[in-house]
């Protein structure tokens, strides 16, 4: 839409289609959320996601698939089914792995759902995938399959969770989304080395979320990125496991040491006696290694009460918890404790994080195949547009 939310304004993946190519939209969110949507629908606000799913339904695009749709009934839960709707303009939608597999040539319009989605109708973080799901790259392979035709595919894939996991100050978890994303660009690429005089594979994000750097002022030069090898959970698991805990427990009743068992299973922090941790500092100050590595994941007394602070704020239901600014600053309205977790973990890998939010940090893009050249250099972010729509001769 324009800036005023009054007029449409073309899509990219309008011109594609007149063209007689094939189109994709693949995500690792909900197909109705804000990048996915913008390739197919129109609408005022992101949040329009009834409107965006009937838009899905009538597009006439060919292949959707990643997560589901927030809303599929509206906003109160009152509408006809969007899945329906979607099913009678055509499309065949998949939702278990073998399903998923059997998908193609003859399918016809697909929407192929990840069998297992969050609260938020996406993916989970890629550190918690399980077995039978359907990965962003096997999503991105079987688009190539599905839309392959002599005029050619336009295909959009989104590793949407990166970001998520950056809002979340989350390292591990969103290195993990980023790695999995990595494999779709294989995909992508593979795809490339056998049709190079006729494919362009551009690689970009939107912005910057949560500042994270290398270089955090507690390790002064070093960096230690071995330590992230122990996170074995997102700290989504983690606000899950919480969940469970407060059912049970009252901000009164409830104990630290309940939640420090499982702390070090998820990311591997471990809390050691005062007086161990004292004498085990004393050991490696004096050049003992052994010593040095029984801390490298051992929480301090300052780390410790930064924790137990944040658990604290965390055993209080939402409204009941700190909500000044400093609170923000500490947990930008996230869980405080798996917050507090994630960053302990990072900043003793060396990580920092600025803010929970997106900066103004440039972003790369990068481009390989029909027209890589007008990719070089500095450009408004709106001109990737005009540059993808001339390499395809639109």
Same mark, same amino acid.
């Given at each position: 839409?324009?800036?005023?939310?009054?007029?449409?304004?073309?899509?990219?993946?309008?011109?594609?289609?007149? @063209?007689?190519?094939?189109?994709?939209?693949?995500?690792?969110? @909900?197909?109705?959320?804000?990048?996915?949507?913008?390739?197919?629908?129109? !609408?005022?606000?992101?949040?329009?996601?009834?409107?965006?799913?009937?838009?899905?339904?009538?597009?006439?695009?060919?292949?959707?698939?990643?997560?589901?749709?927030?809303?599929?009934?509206?906003?109160?839960?009152?509408?006809?089914?969007?899945?329906?709707?979607?099913?009678?303009?055509?499309?065949?939608?998949?939702?278990?792995?073998?399903?998923?597999?059997?998908?193609?040539?003859?399918?016809?319009?697909?929407?192929?759902?990840?069998? /297992?989605?969050?609260?938020?109708?996406?993916?989970?973080?890629?550190?918690?995938?399980?077995?039978?799901?359907?990965?962003?790259?096997?999503?991105?392979?079987?688009?190539?399959?599905?839309?392959?035709?002599?005029?050619?595919?336009?295909?959009?894939?989104?590793?949407?969770?990166?970001?998520?996991?950056?809002?979340?100050?989350?390292?591990?978890?969103?290195?993990?989304?980023?790695?999995?994303?990595?494999? !779709?660009?294989?995909?992508?690429?593979?795809?490339?080395?056998?049709?190079?005089?006729?494919?362009?594979?551009?690689?970009?994000?939107?912005?910057?979320?949560?500042?994270?750097?290398?270089?955090?002022?507690?390790?002064?030069?070093?960096?230690?990125?071995?330590?992230?090898?122990?996170?074995?959970?997102?700290?989504?698991?983690?606000?899950?496991?919480?969940?469970?805990?407060?059912?049970?427990?009252?901000?009164?009743?409830?104990?630290?040491?309940?939640?420090?068992?499982?702390?070090?299973?998820?990311?591997?922090?471990?809390?050691?006696?005062?007086?161990?941790?004292?004498?085990?500092?004393?050991?490696?100050?004096?050049?003992?290694?052994?010593?040095?590595?029984?801390?490298?994941?051992? /929480?301090?007394?300052?780390?410790?009460?930064?924790?137990?602070?944040?658990?604290?704020?965390?055993?209080?239901?939402?409204?009941?918890?700190?909500?000044?600014?400093?609170?923000?600053?500490?947990?930008?309205?996230?869980?405080?404790?798996?917050?507090?977790?994630?960053?302990?973990?990072?900043?003793?890998?060396?990580?920092?994080?600025?803010?929970?939010?997106?900066?103004?940090?440039?972003?790369?893009?990068?481009?390989?195949? /029909?027209?890589?050249?007008?990719?070089?250099?500095?450009?408004?972010?709106?001109?990737?547009?005009?540059?993808?729509?001339? !390499?395809?001769?639109?």
């Amino acid at each position: 839409m324009d800036p005023k939310g009054e007029r449409k304004l073309p899509i990219i993946t309008r011109f594609a289609k007149a @063209s007689g190519r094939k189109i994709g939209i693949v995500t690792s969110v @909900s197909i109705d959320h804000a990048t996915p949507a913008a390739f197919y629908a129109h !609408a005022a606000g992101r949040s329009v996601y009834y409107g965006i799913a009937l838009q899905l339904a009538s597009s006439g695009f060919d292949y959707f698939a990643g997560g589901g749709l927030k809303e599929p009934r509206g906003e109160k839960g009152d509408r006809p089914d969007a899945y329906d709707r979607i099913a009678k303009a055509g499309y065949a939608i998949t939702r278990t792995r073998d399903e998923f597999l059997k998908l193609n040539a003859a399918s016809g319009k697909v929407l192929a759902i990840n069998p /297992v989605l969050d609260d938020e109708m996406a993916l989970p973080h890629e550190i918690d995938r399980k077995e039978g799901e359907i990965t962003l790259a096997e999503f991105t392979r079987k688009g190539v399959e599905l839309l392959a035709n002599p005029k050619g595919f336009f295909m959009m894939v989104e590793g949407g969770k990166i970001d998520w996991a950056c809002h979340a100050n989350d390292a591990v978890t969103a290195i993990r989304d980023t790695i999995a994303f990595d494999d !779709a660009v294989r995909v992508a690429l593979d795809f490339y080395k056998k049709h190079q005089d006729e494919t362009l594979v551009v690689v970009l994000a939107d912005h910057e979320t949560g500042g994270m750097s290398i270089g955090f002022a507690g390790t002064k030069y070093e960096t230690f990125f071995p330590k992230l090898r122990y996170q074995k959970a997102s700290y989504l698991a983690f606000m899950t496991f919480l969940g469970e805990y407060r059912k049970t427990h009252s901000p009164d009743t409830a104990r630290f040491e309940d939640v420090a068992e499982t702390i070090t299973e998820m990311f591997g922090l471990r809390f050691l006696p005062e007086k161990r941790f004292a004498a085990l500092e004393a050991k490696a100050r004096g050049g003992d290694a052994a010593a040095a590595r029984e801390l490298e994941l051992a /929480v301090g007394p300052l780390e410790l009460a930064r924790l137990r602070a944040a658990f604290a704020q965390s055993m209080k239901a939402p409204r009941e918890r700190s909500h000044d600014e400093d609170a923000y600053i500490l947990y930008g309205g996230y869980d405080p404790l798996a917050i507090c977790v994630t960053r302990t973990l990072d900043r003793k890998a060396g990580i920092g994080w600025t803010s929970f939010a997106h900066t103004g940090v440039p972003v790369p893009v990068s481009a390989i195949g /029909v027209g890589q050249e007008t990719f070089n250099g500095y450009y408004d972010n709106t001109d990737v547009h005009a540059k993808m729509k001339a !390499a395809m001769g639109l």
